[in-house]
C-alpha cells in the first residue's frame, strides 16, 4: 500500500500523457490503445476509434498518419471494417522509400511502422504484399545494425515475421527499456527465461525509477510505463495475500476441470483428441493453469547442485515460496516409486534458500484410486511436503495403449 501511495503522482502524469493523445486518429493515442488493450487496470475511456465521419472528413490515404491509424484501429477493432480504405492507404505508403528522410523516415519511426504492419495483417491476404515490404525494410534495419535505437523494434519482428524476441535487460536500462522488457515477458513474446531474482531485480528496479525518476517522451512509452507499474503492484500485493495452500485449492478443481477435456467420439467428420500419455503433457496443462493465477511461476526452475547431480524443479512460485513438482503414475506400481522419488528429491529441493516448501500433484492414468490415500498420507509425512494432489484420468480419455 505504501509503494501505490508513493507511486500516486507518477500514475497520475502517466495517465494525464496518455490522455493528452486519447482522440480519434491520434497514432500516438492507438498505439497506447494497443499496449494498455489487456490491462485490467488501465480504465480509460478510449476516445481513439475511427468513425465515418473521420473517414470522410479526415481521412487521406496519402497522409502517413491517416494510414498508420486506420491499421492500429484495424486491428484492435476487427469488427470495423474499412478495409477498402487501409488497403488503398497501404498501397500508396508502401510505394514510398521507408528511409528517405532523417529522423522522419519510416523506418526510423517503429510506431508508425508498426501501424502499417498491424494494418497489413488485418487485411489478410490483401495484406501480403504490405506486409512484404514492411519485412523489408525490417530485414534492411538488421543489416544496417540499425536495431538499438528503439526497444520496440523487437516487437516489429514479433508481429511481422511471428518471431520470438530475445530477452535481455541491461543494468543501465532506462524506465521505458524496462517497462517494455516486462510488458514483453507478461505478454509470452519472448525466448528463453529470465530467472525469478532478475524478474524480481527489474520490478523493483522499474517501482524505484517510476517514483524517483519518471521520464518519457510519449504516450505510447507512458502508457509501457503505466501497465509495468500496474502489473507489479497487482502483484506484490497479490502475492502478500496468497498462500501455498490457495496453490492447492486451485489444483483441486483439476479432476472437475478435465470433465471439459477434448476426446470426440469417431462419428464426428473431424474429432479432436487431446491425449495426455506421459509427464510432459501433465506438466503442460499445469503450466496454464498456475501461469494463469500466478504472474511469477517460473518453468523447469534451475536449483543449486548437490555434489555431482543438477536439480530443476518443474515450477517454483517464488513469491509464495513454493515448489510444484508433477508426477505420472501408468500402474498401481508407480505409487512406491513417486513416494521414493519425492523422499530423494526433497532435500536438495529445499537446499534453495528461495523454497521452503514443496507440493505435489500426482495424474494417474491408471485410475488406480485405492492407492491414492495411502501414497498421499506417505508424502504428507515428508518434511517440506505441504500437500499432495492425486487425480485420475477422465473416463473419456482412453489409457495410452488404448486407441478408442
Known amino acids: 500500500m505504501t509503494a501505490a501511495l508513493s507511486l500516486q503522482p507518477s500514475i497520475q502524469r502517466l495517465r494525464l500523457a496518455i490522455l493528452e493523445q486519447n482522440r480519434p486518429g491520434s497514432v500516438e493515442g492507438l498505439l497506447a490503445h494497443h499496449i494498455l488493450r489487456t490491462d485490467p487496470f488501465a480504465t480509460f475511456e478510449w476516445q481513439v476509434g475511427i468513425t465515418q465521419d473521420w473517414i470522410t472528413n479526415h481521412f487521406k490515404a496519402t497522409t502517413l498518419d491517416n494510414v498508420v491509424a486506420l491499421g492500429y484501429f484495424a486491428w484492435g477493432f476487427p469488427s470495423a471494417n474499412y478495409s477498402q480504405e487501409l488497403n488503398d492507404g497501404l498501397a500508396r505508403i508502401t510505394e514510398r522509400d521507408a528511409f528517405k528522410g532523417e529522423h522522419l523516415s519510416i523506418a526510423h519511426s517503429p510506431s508508425r511502422l508498426l501501424g502499417i504492419i498491424l494494418g497489413a495483417l488485418a487485411l489478410g491476404s490483401l495484406g501480403v504484399q504490405p506486409l512484404k515490404w514492411c519485412q523489408a525494410v525490417l530485414e534492411q534495419l538488421r543489416t544496417r545494425g540499425e536495431m538499438s535505437f528503439d526497444p520496440l523494434l523487437p516487437y516489429l519482428f514479433f508481429r511481422a515475421f511471428e518471431k520470438r524476441m530475445n530477452l535481455a535487460i541491461p543494468l543501465e536500462a532506462s524506465l521505458y527499456e524496462r517497462a517494455f522488457a516486462d510488458w514483453m515477458i507478461r505478454q509470452q513474446m519472448y525466448e528463453g527465461e529470465l530467472s ?55 489444483l483441486k478443481n483439476f479432476e472437475p476441470a478435465m470433465r471439459r477435456w477434448r476426446w470426440d467420439k469417431e462419428e464426428l467428420q473431424r474429432p479432436i483428441r487431446w491425449p495426455v500419455t506421459q509427464e510432459r503433457e501433465v506438466q503442460d496443462i499445469l503450466w496454464l493453469i498456475l501461469r494463469s493465477y ?49 523422499q530423494e528429491d526433497c532435500v536438495p529441493y529445499l537446499r534453495d534458500l528461495r523454497y521452503e516448501s514443496l507440493l505435489i500433484f500426482i495424474y494417474d492414468d491408471s485410475a488406480s484410486v485405492q492407492e491414492h490415500e495411502i501414497t498421499r498420507s506417505a508424502l504428507l509425512e515428508i518434511p517440506g511436503v505441504i500437500d499432495a494432489i492425486i487425480v485420475s484420468r477422465p473416463s473419456q480419455l482412453p489409457r495410452r495403449n488404448s486407441t478408442s
Open 294 to 342: 500466478f504472474p511469477d511461476v517460473v518453468d523447469e526452475d534451475a536449483l543449486p547442485k548437490l555434489g555431482h547431480s543438477s536439480y530443476r524443479a518443474d515450477f517454483g512460485i517464488p513469491s509464495l515460496r513454493l515448489i510444484v513438482e508433477a508426477k505420472f503414475a501408468t500402474s498401481k506400481d508407480d505409487f512406491k516409486k513417486i513416494e521414493k522419488e519425492v
Open 196 to 250: 525469478s531474482a532478475q524478474l524480481l531485480a527489474n520490478r523493483n528496479q522499474l517501482l524505484f525509477q517510476a517514483a524517483t525518476d519518471l521520464r518519457f517522451d510519449s504516450a505510447p512509452q507512458a502508457a509501457f510505463v503505466l501497465t509495468a507499474v500496474n502489473a507489479t503492484l497487482f502483484a506484490a500485493l497479490g502475492s502478500s495475500l496468497a498462500e501455498p495452500r490457495h496453490v492447492a485449492s486451485v
